[in-house]
């Protein structure tokens, strides 16, 4: 029976000692940067002792109020509400660019033929070539590479400086292709988001000079959830996000951080919209006007779970197609070697043929192609029945006279633009995942679920035109598009947090009820018999050493004991230890924890010792003799952590992840076996991936 033992200390005395640490390590910091001062030959030394003096007594103000580690998280929400805010404008205004050239060219059908082709298909080749020429790591959406990192798995360039300013510059050319090649920005952001929480965690060790107190994975955690709040103003499915994809083992200390980082980042976002002047006040991004009355009646309840079922649906035909099509282009050879050697080549002739389907006069006005993603989605949410619009169209203002013409084309209705979107938009989709360049995956599969609910919606509008019961009140079709956008991005992904996403981004909580049963109805299904998840399927194709994924494709690898991973312990201590053989211990050893036993035949674990508390105690007793014996002078520590040959390796990738040590000592009736080291476990689950 597997056997894990964990003594937590109370967080009243973590909390003082952390104040103490503070303290003195302001101290010595101030100590230090006094110190420099006083033989320098750098140029103004008055006015730069002043400034720092200033700096100093506003560091001592600050740290008054709060620890250092607040301000570093609210300064990751607004650096990440700035960055998501201008990446937004930048695109907005270079879509409005291509939307201006090519309504300037009408009656010149091969002249917007060109103009419609030509400019994703030249933004597409600069944003695979610049972010491959300064970073390769750029590429994708980041999510899976984050998710390992936060794990405790080294992969330092991906949170490299270079690859910061690869990966923005490629989102921007990305997005500013438009609806024509269909991808999004929220798993590039994230990336985005934890590479600034990478550079804000060592801020904060520079802060307290030079000495990590929190894990860096922290930070990170804190800087996922800041990812998404800061691109939809959504704090609390933010954090949602950050448990449910990033943090498989989530710790209880990152929920107030997370929640405080994020709610500054909405915030900002949402200000700095306001002082844009795109919006008068604070609102939801996708800000709805559903009737609160009587928003849906008892029995839409079953229709809106059918829906679920039917998300759930298209979502495994869609992660098929997405797997399938990633081992497709990587085992292809031809594909294969011009991925290899001409990347910019093949986004270039992919983006062109996306284009060339969705060119107006091909069959892009079938799929509302000339609408952009955000009105797309706006659209898709209107609460109107296109039913009743199609009684008096000529009636409408505008951007919704818009919208209709874009969805109901001449000769075709609205029923028949819905299906063609979602027929041929999953091969769209599943072509434009295998670019490399920087890109999301949750928006567009968002809008699709968006266009899935549409139809089933409109659908039972059109069946129950006179209305429902003795009340004849209207079905919503805007309020099952938000439900399949939440259901069959939740499905896609395998998480709940989707629901609460649509409800933050529209600001209705009339339809929180139908989001969650749609959700938790397609999650049961697209979750059955161990299905990869497309984050999952991902760290898969890659072969990233991700342990969850690892297991969901296979499940036996979660019964996989560490007894065959075992190794020594080292230098292994008797409690009757005297101090002179300590000394060459200590100095032969590298490690800075020991294991006691009550003697090496019996190997009887008796706690640890910390290689700082033996050199105090040599220290201490040194003019004393060294015959004194380690019991006699030194307090051996009680074991926090240990496991038994029997454990599994997922129970101690889980314990290494949250409490961040190196190494588990392995018990068996209370001897001491070996250990299993963190760098053993990361040499297993890199085979594992291998091996998968």
Request: aromatic content about 10%; some cysteine.
């Amino acid at each position: 029976m597997d056997e894990t033992c964990v003594n937590v200390k109370c967080p009243e005395e973590n909390e003082e000692q952390c104040a103490d640490e503070d303290k003195i390590d302001q101290d010595k910091v101030e100590e230090k940067l006094i110190g420099s001062n006083v033989r320098s030959c750098k140029p103004w030394q008055e006015s730069r002792s002043r400034i720092r003096e200033c700096a100093l007594y506003v560091k001592k103000v600050l740290v008054s109020f709060a620890s250092m580690e607040w301000y570093c998280y609210a300064l990751l929400g607004i650096i990440t509400a700035l960055m998501s805010f201008f990446m937004d404008m930048t695109v907005a205004k270079l879509l409005n660019a291509h939307q201006w050239l090519y309504g300037c060219l009408k009656g010149h059908h091969l002249l917007q033929f060109l103009c419609w082709t030509l400019y994703p298909a030249c933004l597409c080749a600069l944003s695979t070539s610049f972010a491959h020429s300064i970073c390769p790591f750029s590429a994708g959406s980041g999510v899976p590479e984050a998710r390992a990192i936060l794990l405790g798995m080294d992969m330092p360039d991906y949170l490299s400086l270079s690859n910061l300013f690869a990966k923005q510059f490629g989102l921007i050319c990305t997005l500013a292709s438009g609806s024509t090649v269909f991808l999004g920005k929220v798993g590039p952001f994230v990336h985005l988001s934890v590479m600034v929480g990478a550079f804000m965690s060592r801020l904060h060790v520079s802060c307290r000079g030079g000495k990590q107190r929190a894990a860096k994975g922290e930070m990170l955690v804190v800087a996922s959830a800041v990812g998404v709040a800061s691109c939809f103003g959504a704090p609390v499915s933010g954090v949602l996000f950050s448990i449910e994809v990033m943090g498989t083992h989530y710790s209880v200390r990152d929920y107030c951080p997370c929640f405080f980082a994020a709610a500054c980042g909405a915030v900002t976002f949402r200000l700095l919209s306001v002082c844009n002047r795109d919006q008068e006040t604070i609102q939801a991004l996708f800000k709805t006007s559903f009737s609160s009355d009587l928003p849906y009646q008892p029995f839409e309840i079953f229709i809106f779970a059918l829906l679920g079922l039917f998300c759930s649906m298209l979502s495994c035909i869609y992660l098929f197609c997405h797997r399938w099509a990633l081992r497709f282009v990587k085992t292809n050879k031809p594909i294969s070697r011009l991925l290899a050697t001409e990347k910019s080549l093949y986004s270039a002739i992919v983006a062109f043929l996306l284009a060339c389907f969705t060119f107006y006069h091909s069959a892009g006005h079938f799929i509302a192609a000339e609408l952009t993603m955000k009105q797309l989605l706006t659209s898709l949410l209107d609460g109107t029945s296109w039913y009743t619009v199609s009684q008096n169209a000529s009636a409408l203002p505008e951007p919704q006279k818009t919208f209709w013409q874009a969805w109901n084309p001449p000769g075709k209705s609205y029923f028949q633009t819905l299906g063609f979107f979602i027929t041929a938009k999953v091969g769209l989709l599943v072509v434009a995942c295998t670019l490399p360049l920087p890109a999301g995956y949750f928006m567009p599969v968002f809008v699709y679920g968006a266009a899935v609910g549409r139809l089933v919606g409109e659908a039972s509008a059109y069946l129950l035109s006179d209305g429902i019961s003795s009340t004849k009140s209207l079905i919503n079709p805007g309020g099952y598009a938000l439900a399949g956008a939440a259901a069959f991005s939740g499905a896609v992904t395998h998480t709940l947090s989707p629901a609460l996403l649509a409800l933050e981004m529209t600001g209705q909580c009339s339809h929180a009820v139908p989001a969650l049963v749609a959700t938790l109805v397609s999650n049961a299904v697209a979750r059955a018999k161990h299905r990869p998840s497309f984050y999952d399927g991902i760290s898969l194709i890659k072969q990233l050493p991700h342990l969850p994924s690892l297991i969901r494709a296979c499940p036996k690898l979660a019964s996989v004991q560490i007894k065959q991973f075992v190794i020594q312990a080292g230098v292994v201590l008797e409690r009757t230890e005297t101090l002179a053989s300590l000394k060459h211990m200590l100095n032969d050893s590298a490690d800075n924890v020991f294991p006691v036993v009550d003697s090496h035949d019996s190997s009887i674990f008796l706690g640890t010792i910390n290689k700082s508390q033996l050199q105090e105690c040599l220290r201490q007793h040194r003019n004393e003799g060294l015959c004194k014996q380690l019991e006699e002078v030194c307090a051996i520590q009680p074991v926090r952590l240990h496991l038994t040959p029997e454990s599994t390796v997922k129970q101690a990738h889980c314990i290494m992840s949250v409490t961040g040590e190196q190494r588990l000592f392995i018990t068996e009736s209370g001897r001491l076996c070996g250990v299993i080291t963190w760098k053993e476990m990361k040499k297993i689950i890199e085979e594992m991936a291998k091996e998968v």
